[in-house]
């Protein structure tokens, strides 16, 4: 079963709009971590927010802030004021099993392209 | 503060041919875990080295193989390369007890003919 599932292939955006990303996630462990990363062109994934899963505050980090919604299991990610520069592919990802174990697991992603 | 590097950046190799990919782990940071990404796909985790060790893989084959050094720095080794082969490979840093604290490199664009 798929863990991460990120069902908008593509989105766009006007400039200057929000926009939200949708995640959904699978998983048994009552521990867990949930992240956003960004990949422009370039290739390099770009951290933008992460949520552990006992926060009881949805967590923010300057635009971006991830509604996250346990009962659901969905932690999407809402991109306010969109820029051109946040065109690119964007992907959730969580964690599993507390503690130091890094493995992230990915969804297929979202690319966003955001029109003047 | 240095950040994640990588090395080479592109490569293109022939089918059964071998390759060695570097990545050079944030100042400060002890952990390097490997991924592949496939074209159109998120990446999938290939292993993990803390202490020089594997700590923990993915579901890929054993002729991915890996090293962490006394710097931290790692290797990805990949034998008997195979056209399926073809992706980004990511690397990603981080600091053992901060599971959220993981920054990757820009990555090793890997083309197998």
């Known amino acids: 079963a798929q863990k991460i599932t990120q069902t908008q292939p593509g989105m766009f955006v006007q400039e200057k709009e929000a926009v939200t990303l949708d995640c959904t996630y699978d998983?048994?462990?009552?521990?867990?971590?949930l992240f956003w990363y960004k990949q422009p062109s370039s290739g390099e994934m770009i951290f933008l927010i992460y949520?552990?899963?006992?926060?009881?505050q949805n967590a923010t980090e300057g635009r971006y802030s991830l509604n996250f919604q346990k009962a659901r299991k969905s932690a999407n990610l809402v991109i306010s004021a969109s820029q051109l520069g946040d065109s690119a592919m964007y992907f959730c990802?969580?964690?599993?099993?507390?503690?130091?174990?890094?493995?992230?697991?990915f969804g297929k992603g979202t690319l966003l392209t955001v029109n003047p | 503060e240095t950040g994640v590097t990588q090395s080479p950046t592109h490569l293109i190799k022939t089918r059964g041919q071998q390759v060695t990919l570097r990545c050079s782990s944030q100042s400060g940071h002890n952990t390097v875990s490997w991924y592949q990404q496939a074209l159109g796909q998120g990446p999938q985790f290939i292993f993990q080295y803390y202490r020089e060790e594997e700590n923990g893989r993915g579901n890929f084959p054993p002729r991915f193989s890996g090293l962490q050094f006394p710097n931290y720095s790692s290797e990805l080794n990949v034998n008997a390369l195979e056209l399926d082969d073809s992706a980004l490979y990511l690397c990603?840093?981080?600091?053992?007890?901060?599971?959220?604290?993981?920054?990757f490199g820009p990555g090793t664009r890997l083309t197998v003919t």
């Open positions: 990603a840093s981080s600091f053992w007890g901060f599971s959220y604290e993981q920054y």
């Open positions: 998983t048994s462990d009552q521990s867990y971590g």
């Open positions: 949520q552990g899963s006992y926060d009881e």
């Open positions: 990802a969580m964690r599993e099993s507390g503690g130091s174990n890094y493995k992230l697991t």
